[in-house]
T-cell receptor
Framework: DAGVTQSPTHLIKTRGQQVTLRCSPK?????VSWYQQALGQGPQFIFQ???????QRGNFPDRFSGHQFPNYSSELNVNALLLGDSALYLC?????????FGEGSWLTVV | RKEVEQDPGPFNVPEGATVAFNCTYS??????FFWYRQDCRKEPKLLMS???SGNEDGRFTAQLNRASQYISLLIRDSKLSDSATYLC??????????????FGKGTLLTVNP
């Protein structure tokens, strides 16, 4: 049984560009959350998707958007990238109270 | 005040030592509490949930004091493999939401031979 899978694992983008990160939840999990973890910090909640809708959002600007597909997979999109967007982006899936994290996507903005 | 605040660390201890991590949270409506472990450049993994009655898993003991809004983790007889960052996590952040985890900044532990 595959766990939470994320792609790509590493990527480098230039300021002003746009990026799309992808997440496939653990089998049977219907809820996907995204977190941003900057170096030396704990993960920060970006938003959560359930039944293809954004259920809750953290304190992130509108440049951060997402989508959930009927198969529960999800995408995180970030527009107009800033240097400060460089971080590990973590996807977490859940069904009920148990939460599993993917290995993350390392984004470097130069 | 930060939603979840932890000892800043880092902690450097010899093998076999006992080490304690402390954490406070600001939202009294928070409902669930956890300790996660994160190895360098890896994803966080659940170490243990924390209950008001206190709970133990081998060398690890977690305690929750709701009145003081305080969470602790004790590691006894520390091993080299315990070296990692320990994250205090609360479910049910601002507004009492059940939907998001709120993480502390993490405390780095290095266990030395």
């Amino acid at each position: 049984d595959a766990g939470v899978t994320q792609s790509p694992t590493h990527l480098i983008k230039t300021r002003g560009q746009q990026v799309t990160l992808r997440c496939s939840p653990k089998s049977g999990h219907d809820t996907v959350s995204w977190y941003q973890q900057a170096l030396g910090q704990g993960p920060q909640f970006i938003f959560q998707y359930y039944e293809e809708e954004e259920r809750q959002r953290g304190n992130f600007p509108d440049r951060f958007s997402g989508h959930q597909f009927p198969n529960y997979s999800s995408e995180l999109n970030v527009n107009a990238l800033l240097l400060g967007d460089s971080a590990l982006y973590l996807c977490a899936s859940s069904f009920g109270p148990t939460i599993y994290f993917g290995e993350g996507s390392w984004l470097t903005v130069v | 005040r930060k939603e979840v605040e932890q000892d800043p660390g880092p902690f450097n201890v010899p093998e076999g030592a006992t080490v304690a991590f402390n954490c406070t949270y600001s939202n009294s409506a928070s409902q669930s509490f956890f300790w996660y472990r994160q190895d360098c450049r890896k994803e966080p993994k659940l170490l243990m949930s924390v209950y008001s009655s206190g709970n133990e898993d081998g060398r690890f003991t977690a305690q929750l004091n709701r009145a003081s809004q305080y969470i602790s983790l004790l590691i006894r007889d520390s091993k080299l493999s315990d070296s990692a960052t320990y994250l205090c996590v609360v479910n049910g952040g601002s507004g009492g939401s059940n939907y998001k985890l709120t993480f502390g900044k993490g405390t780095l532990l290095t266990v030395n031979p």
